[in-house]
């Protein structure tokens, strides 16, 4: 939080940013956790990259398109007709289809992911594990406008995973800069895990597979449960969407569309829904339930606790924790499992 409020605060933008270099890896497998953590901080102290991108209008086309939104940026706009024109503020969260990776695939892990900001080998599987997005109320982000993005590595820690495994903890702070000044911070947490020795792996996953989505296309709904007034919105996504969601962001992660390496390398029942997925729909649930005239989002927290797969039905629903102030706490489960949570603060306009 300290971070956040202190960089919304300033009025310039920083200076003197330096490009950031790739790690030097570690070969030996014998490295531990503490050791990978110190070699990333060593590497990234006081670095920062910055990358610069024009928001173009086919990319916020295509998100909401993959979202099912029809008319997710206005009802008089058919977003399968064409582009939005310049000008469109981009919703909350969808700002995640921009500034996507650049690596070469030969530059890829070898699940697939990219190694900007990855620990040293053998911590190499990258799992995305939460964190915190405010936003500046006045400066959203709009399409057809130049935004930079400031990335820099904000601590590398050592942890123990429930079954005493190791892993590094990274977080990693981005801030987007628009033409009216600081839109955006957005701290992400990702944990790595030990890579895994595919001469050991079984070609066949020891779970069933998940069942695909009736009829093979996503599902979306709002249901009303008992006497709430507000409804629970209820997911089931296909492996189509998933592709296309991986096809926007850029990300190459194999868990998310390649089944033989999710079911037989990772022993994951389908392929995964993406983390950043699911938070864009926190934002568009909170936006259709929750948002009135005059009410602005101010900041998201959020945490992935468990995997979701294509085929599965799941649940997003939300309850008001202050009457005084707009802060809400939305749950993703399956059944009575909580697999991500959110906590959304409101300021008081957003312009859409």
């Given at each position: 939080?300290?971070?956040?409020?202190?960089?919304?605060?300033?009025?310039?933008?920083?200076?003197?940013?330096?490009?950031?270099?790739?790690?030097?890896?570690?070969?030996?497998?014998s490295?531990t956790?503490?050791?990978?953590a110190?070699?990333?901080?060593?590497?990234?102290?006081?670095?920062?990259?910055?990358?610069k991108?024009?928001?173009d209008?086919?990319?916020?086309?295509?998100?909401?398109l993959?979202l099912?939104?029809r008319?997710?940026?206005?009802?008089?706009?058919?977003l399968?007709?064409?582009?939005?024109?310049a000008?469109?503020?981009?919703p909350?969260?969808?700002?995640?289809?921009?500034?996507?990776?650049?690596?070469l695939?030969?530059d890829?892990?070898?699940?697939?992911?990219?190694?900007?900001?990855?620990?040293?080998?053998?911590?190499?599987?990258?799992?995305?594990?939460g964190?915190?997005m405010?936003?500046?109320?006045?400066?959203?982000?709009?399409v057809?406008?130049q935004v930079?993005?400031?990335?820099?590595?904000?601590?590398?820690?050592?942890k123990?995973?429930?079954?005493?495994?190791?892993m590094?903890?990274?977080?990693?702070?981005?801030?987007?800069?628009?033409?009216?000044?600081?839109?955006l911070?957005?701290?992400?947490?990702?944990i790595?895990?030990?890579?895994?020795?595919?001469?050991?792996?079984?070609?066949i996953?020891?779970?069933?597979?998940?069942?695909?989505?009736?009829?093979?296309?996503?599902?979306?709904?709002?249901v009303v449960?008992?006497?709430?007034?507000?409804?629970?919105?209820?997911?089931?996504?296909s492996?189509a969407?998933?592709?296309r969601?991986?096809?926007?962001?850029?990300?190459?992660?194999?868990?998310h569309?390649?089944?033989?390496?999710?079911?037989?390398?990772?022993?994951?029942p389908?392929?995964?829904?993406?983390?950043?997925?699911?938070?864009?729909?926190?934002?568009?649930?909170?936006?259709?339930?929750?948002?009135?005239?005059?009410?602005?989002?101010?900041?998201?927290?959020?945490?992935?606790t468990?995997?979701?797969?294509?085929?599965?039905?799941y649940?997003?629903?939300?309850?008001k924790?202050?009457?005084?102030y707009?802060?809400?706490?939305?749950?993703?489960?399956?059944?009575?499992?909580?697999?991500m949570?959110g906590?959304?603060?409101?300021a008081s306009?957003w312009s859409?």
């Amino acid at each position: 939080m300290t971070v956040l409020r202190s960089a919304l605060s300033r009025q310039t933008r920083p200076l003197n940013l330096r490009a950031m270099s790739r790690p030097r890896s570690l070969s030996t497998s014998s490295v531990t956790a503490s050791e990978a953590a110190s070699q990333m901080l060593h590497t990234f102290q006081d670095k920062t990259i910055v990358r610069k991108q024009t928001l173009d209008g086919n990319q916020l086309q295509k998100l909401c398109l993959t979202l099912g939104r029809r008319y997710g940026l206005g009802p008089q706009l058919d977003l399968t007709l064409g582009c939005p024109p310049a000008g469109t503020p981009v919703p909350p969260g969808y700002h995640l289809v921009y500034f996507t990776p650049s690596e070469l695939e030969e530059d890829l892990g070898a699940d697939g992911t990219d190694r900007t900001f990855n620990a040293p080998a053998p911590f190499t599987r990258r799992m995305w594990a939460g964190g915190q997005m405010r936003w500046n109320d006045g400066t959203e982000l709009r399409v057809g406008e130049q935004v930079e993005e400031h990335t820099k590595l904000l601590s590398a820690v050592a942890k123990k995973s429930r079954d005493g495994s190791e892993m590094v903890l990274v977080e990693v702070n981005k801030e987007f800069w628009g033409e009216r000044g600081l839109a955006l911070v957005d701290q992400r947490s990702w944990i790595f895990r030990k890579e895994i020795d595919l001469s050991t792996i079984s070609s066949i996953s020891s779970k069933p597979p998940m069942p695909p989505p009736r009829g093979g296309k996503s599902e979306v709904r709002d249901v009303v449960v008992g006497d709430n007034a507000l409804p629970d919105r209820v997911f089931k996504l296909s492996p189509a969407a998933l592709f296309r969601f991986s096809a926007l962001t850029f990300n190459a992660h194999m868990i998310h569309y390649n089944e033989s390496w999710t079911r037989g390398v990772e022993n994951h029942p389908g392929v995964v829904v993406h983390g950043p997925l699911n938070l864009i729909n926190m934002l568009d649930y909170w936006r259709d339930v929750h948002r009135v005239e005059g009410s602005v989002l101010e900041e998201i927290s959020y945490r992935a606790t468990a995997p979701i797969y294509a085929g599965e039905e799941y649940t997003m629903s939300s309850s008001k924790m202050n009457t005084d102030y707009g802060m809400f706490e939305v749950l993703v489960k399956k059944g009575d499992q909580v697999c991500m949570t959110g906590h959304i603060s409101e300021a008081s306009s957003w312009s859409y």
